[in-house]
């Protein structure tokens, strides 16, 4: 199997468990506060299930991307500057989904309600933190992808939108913007993986 087949499986594979996993089997409302977060964590038995499922195919989905960045980047075209900035935050990225996955399901293993809690405040912070670096990421790689050609324009509009969201979301508040904008990640992410197993295929 060759790279690009790899790269396509591991954006559309990724996109689909980690969609299983955050909306099928994980019990907690990501909007409510780190106490409500805890509790409905600590007290559904499908919790690890749907923490491993949703950071593992988000995990899949950024080393997918990373893996497109990268050879944007070597490839030395003139979104390769844009696809550096990507990569780089994205490799970033990739070690903050690892440690977030580690204090979820720490909560989930919690022995007492205070560190649960504890726990997943510093998970909520951290996502906060990964929302914001990830529209950067979005961004950087919409620019890259509309300079270099290598996917449909539609992708590079689709990718810069949902950076913007993303970005926009971490600073107001507003109701659904997030969740609107990692649906538009993970949507990037599935078309993204499509093109790239079909050029293979062709």
Known sequence: MGS?????????????????????FYPADGTAGAMEQAQAIMG???????????YGGMIAVLIGVLNITRSMVMAGRAGSFYANIATVLGMALVAG?????????????????????????VAIAGGAAAQLVLGIVMIM??????????FHVGVAAI???TGG??????????????????IGFLLTSLVLGALTIRAKSA
């Open 44 to 54: 559904a038995p499908t919790a690890k299930l749907g923490i491993l499922l949703g």
């Open 141 to 150: 790689l919409g620019a890259g992808i509309a300079l270099d050609k290598n």
């Open 4 to 24: 690009s087949m790899q790269t396509g499986l591991l954006l559309v594979l990724g996109t689909i468990v980690s969609a299983i996993g955050w909306f099928a």
């Open 159 to 161: 990718a810069v939108i």
């Open 165 to 182: 969201i993303l970005l926009i979301g971490s600073f107001v508040d507003v109701d659904g913007m997030a969740m609107i904008g990692w």
């Open 97 to 121: 989904l690892i440690m977030g996955l580690g204090l979820e399901y720490g909560t989930a293993s919690a022995t007492s309600a205070a560190g649960g809690v504890t726990l997943m405040g």
